[in-house]
């Protein structure tokens, strides 16, 4: 089965850093989208990058651009999340996510929320003095 593990989440301080990985298994890593989602308590799960099988095309959401930088390492089936001047607002659970199966990886890297089917159990990120 599709196995998505997250890890490297933690306190930081506003304007620190943090990078999350997360870790797959139980599919053909490189041929497929992924993505990372946040969710703090009270809202609504919400898109913040996303990155091609390839890794040649990145989204971000307007909120992280600038800030974050979504990478993947085909060989070692990973995908990471390098997240830099970090704000409280930053603060959540956040979440590595794969496209659907039947997603066309060919296309542009998805946003949306439904389009993504496998996720992992989540990374707490707490920014706070």
């Known amino acids: 089965q599709v196995h998505l593990v997250e890890s490297g989440g933690g306190l930081a301080q506003p304007g620190g850093s943090l990078r999350l990985s997360c870790a797959a298994s139980?599919?053909?890593?490189?041929?497929?989208?992924l993505g990372w989602f946040r969710q703090a308590p009270g809202k609504e799960r919400e898109f913040v990058a996303g990155?091609?099988?390839?890794?040649?095309?990145?989204v971000y959401a307007d909120s992280v651009k600038g800030r974050f930088t979504i990478s993947r390492a085909n060989a070692k089936k990973t995908v990471s999340l390098q997240m830099n001047s970090l704000k409280p607002e930053d603060t959540a659970l956040y979440y590595c996510?794969?496209?659907?199966?039947?997603?066309?990886?060919?296309?542009?890297?998805?946003?949306?929320?439904?389009?993504?089917?496998?996720w992992g159990q989540g990374t707490q990120v707490t920014v706070s003095s």
């Open positions: 139980g599919f053909t890593f490189s041929s497929y989208d």
């Open positions: 996510a794969r496209v659907r199966d039947s997603w066309y990886s060919g296309g542009a890297v998805s946003q949306d929320i439904s389009d993504y089917q496998y």
């Open positions: 990155i091609s099988w390839s890794g040649i095309d990145t």
